[in-house]
């Protein structure tokens, strides 16, 4: 069984098909990059797996579970890393790592939160000051921090790497590699060309709400993945009326 | 997961220092504020308790004395107050607080606050109730409006939902933050009150159905003040808007409302002024007998039937003092009479009150005023009871004096005549007793629904919002 599923969905705003018709299936061990500018429809496609968003027409199911109809019960299966990983500025690195695993009802103890805190790459000396004082790029070491807590069967990652130094953006991608072999299914939206071909997964790019193209990293180098996607990004628009189904 | 969301609304709160000085301010200020009212109150009370020690030693002090003259010397009634007044002054400071009450006539109580204070009477008094009623509310509003909107701006709510906590866990956590907080506020304002008058020498404690039922209204407005704030951030998706929409209500709640449903009342159901209530008694009176009018034609009437009865003459040979009995069918002529107008105005003063609490059934901010002043004993059906009592006592003081004028031992003409010092000493004195919590209960049942209603909607709002997050309607 799929962990991910859409089946002809479409997810209009007005007029406007935000998600086009997207079929998408992503099994457990399998990792999906999508590309796409901004706008592309991407984290649409994120909000209506997370039960945010229901479709306009078409069917969504995680883990066998309508998101629509019971998004608690699919959001139990899922880890979630947002682009702007926004937690209690006030509470320190632990605690937030606690409060959110409490909020999912795992209890950890200190040790095992900062050593989670560890492998998402951030320094032990921070993980106790208060977040208020963190960059970007180490609240979104405790996002992912709050992600591998979760040992959920399926990630939804919406720009993870977002704000992350090259070190540990690669230290993230090894750690997510390493997830996926054992098992989980993962989403993830970028618009970094480089680490989608070096996730190594299946890469799509979105355009205009629609999954324009569906490749294997491994069945082109970067170069030619890069080529491909500004051909789809300067092919010439569809007006509205084409967009509507 | 609710007391999740609780503890880290509260350790949020902790944690910043801007709030918590503003809270430590607000703390501060209610202790000032509650121990000067406190001491106030009990130096008034200590004052008026002092001046009907001296009113009593007074009229036992006269010795012997015609009982009719006593009449008119008159006693003094004091509207005493109970511990709760401390904390809500109420309508007191609108009404007389010492009432002369005298033979023949009915009069209203005189020193009230706003006729000393002149212009001044505009502020009304400031006290706990005001605090409680108007700041710390607004201070709820600062604290709500901004949190679960900041949450839901930065994503932290999605995040938060993701994890696997409900969305009604989330927004019920706000909820009884604020609702905490407010109950704290509460109780050092109680407790300060306690401590001052404990202090002070004096009776602290309110009794315990008063104060649970002061309590009891205190915490039901604060819940639907700390529903109503997390469920404006709901459903107006914006902190500031939220905080505008806020503003606007509290302004519109404890500004304008009342007012506008007082100007109602008073327009649907006027009441007479106090010359025109007064020149209305005295048409109605001047109607009836007149005790001190030897030609008055009723009292002839009674003065030949008491001849025949007796069989006598003349009433110096009556086996009693006609001019007592007199005096007694003047004055419950005069009864009959204030009972009419006073029945009437009575009548006016609680289809207003009825009126207004109608109203109170739309703005819960009058309704926790107008139940706070009832539990408190400040409210005018309290000063209406007051009145009725000293009237009571009024009749029955009258009475006793013209009972010994009519059958002490004097005869009819001999004004001179005196009753012994020790008649008027076994006399009681007059004791207000305050009426029963359950008549707040009573005058009041529109703004208890009132308030019952509101908290009812405020659950059914944040449930309602609450389904609407979890289905990202209102989360995105």
Redesign the interface.
Not at chain 1, 99 to 105: E, T
């Given at each position: 069984m799929s962990m991910f599923e859409a089946k002809s969905v479409v997810r209009r705003f007005g007029e406007i098909a935000a998600v086009d018709n997207l079929d998408l299936r992503i099994g457990p061990g399998q990792l999906f990059c999508l590309l796409g500018a901004n706008g592309a429809g991407k984290t649409t496609t994120i909000?209506l797996f997370?039960?945010?968003?229901?479709p306009s027409t078409g069917e969504i199911k995680v883990g066998g579970i309508d998101p629509?109809a019971d998004?608690?019960a699919a959001?139990?299966q899922?880890?979630?890393i947002?682009e702007?990983?926004?937690?209690?500025p006030?509470?320190s690195g632990v605690e937030n790592v606690d409060?959110?695993?409490?909020?999912?009802?795992t209890q950890l103890n200190d040790e095992e939160i900062v050593a989670l805190l560890t492998r998402a790459g951030l320094a032990t000396d921070h993980a106790k000051r208060?977040v208020g004082g963190y960059s970007k790029g180490m609240r979104q070491k405790v996002?992912l921090a709050?992600a591998y807590a979760?040992r959920s069967k399926g990630l939804l990652l919406d720009e993870p790497l977002s704000g992350l130094d090259p070190q540990a953006a690669n230290e993230f991608c090894t750690e997510l590699k390493s997830i996926c072999d054992s098992g989980a299914a993962v989403l993830m939206t970028t618009h970094d060309l480089f680490r989608a071909k070096q996730l190594g997964g299946t890469i799509g790019i979105m355009r205009a709400g629609r999954l324009v193209e569906t490749l294997r990293s491994q069945d082109l180098d970067a170069h030619e993945l890069e080529r491909l996607y500004l051909h789809h990004m300067s092919a010439p628009r569809k007006d509205a009326s084409e967009r509507r189904s | 997961m609710t007391r999740l969301a609780l503890s880290l609304e509260l350790k949020s709160w902790i944690r910043d220092r801007r709030l918590l000085a503003l809270i430590g301010a607000l703390v501060t200020t209610l202790i000032v504020i509650t121990a000067w009212a406190t001491a106030s109150d009990i130096g008034q009370r200590e004052a008026q308790q002092a001046a009907a020690e001296q009113a009593r030693s007074q009229w036992e002090g006269r010795g012997a004395a015609n009982p009719h003259g006593m009449a008119h010397f008159g006693d003094f009634a004091f509207r005493p107050t109970g511990p709760l007044a401390r904390l809500d002054y109420g309508v007191q400071a609108r009404l007389g607080k010492v009432l002369y009450m005298e033979g023949h006539r009915q009069n209203v109580p005189l020193h009230d606050d706003a006729t000393r204070a002149g212009p001044l009477a505009r502020f009304s008094r400031l006290d706990a109730a005001f605090l409680l009623q108007v700041f710390v509310p607004l201070m709820l509003v600062f604290l709500g409006a901004t949190g679960l909107a900041a949450d839901r701006q930065s994503g932290r709510l999605k995040l938060a939902l993701v994890q696997g906590i409900s969305a009604r866990a989330v927004l019920f956590g706000h909820v009884l933050a604020l609702w905490t907080l407010a109950l704290l506020l509460l109780i050092v304002v109680i407790a300060t009150s306690m401590i001052t008058a404990a202090t002070l020498g004096t009776d602290a404690i309110p009794s315990p159905g008063r104060l649970a039922a002061f309590s009891f209204f205190y915490g039901l407005f604060f819940w639907v003040v700390s529903g109503g704030v997390v469920a404006a951030s709901v459903w107006l998706r914006s902190a500031r808007a939220a905080l505008l929409a806020l503003l606007v209500i509290w302004v519109a709640a404890t500004a304008l409302l009342p007012r506008v449903s007082s100007g109602l009342a008073d327009a649907v159901h006027p009441l007479p002024s106090q010359d025109a209530f007064s020149a209305a008694m005295q048409a109605s009176r001047a109607d009836g007998p007149d005790g001190h009018n030897p030609e008055d034609a009723e009292l002839d009437r009674l003065r030949q039937a008491m001849l025949d009865e007796h069989e006598v003459k003349n009433v110096e040979d009556l086996p009693f003092n006609f001019d007592g009995l007199a005096m007694q069918v003047d004055e419950e002529f005069g009864n009959q009479v204030w009972d009419e107008h006073f029945g009437e105005l009575r009548s006016t003063l609680y289809s207003q009150l009825n009126l207004v609490g109608l109203i109170a059934l739309l703005n819960p901010f009058q309704s926790i005023d107008h139940l706070s002043m009832a539990v408190a004993g400040t409210d005018l059906a309290h000063d209406m009871a007051f009145q009725q009592q000293a009237e009571r006592y009024r009749r029955g003081l009258v009475e006793a004096l013209n009972r010994e004028h009519a059958y002490g031992g004097s005869k009819t003409g001999d004004w001179s005549w005196e009753a012994g010092s020790e008649f008027f000493a076994a006399l009681p004195q007059f004791q207000y007793a305050a009426p029963h919590v359950e008549l707040s209960f009573r005058s009041r049942a529109l703004e208890i629904l009132g308030l019952g209603l509101w908290a009812l909607l405020m659950m059914m709002m944040i449930r309602h919002g609450a389904d609407r997050i979890e289905t990202g309607t209102l989360l995105c």
């Open positions: 909000n997370l039960g945010f968003l229901t629509a998004p608690r959001r139990k899922l880890a979630y947002p702007n990983v926004a937690i209690y006030q509470l409060l959110f695993c409490r909020m999912g009802g208060p996002g709050i979760r | -």
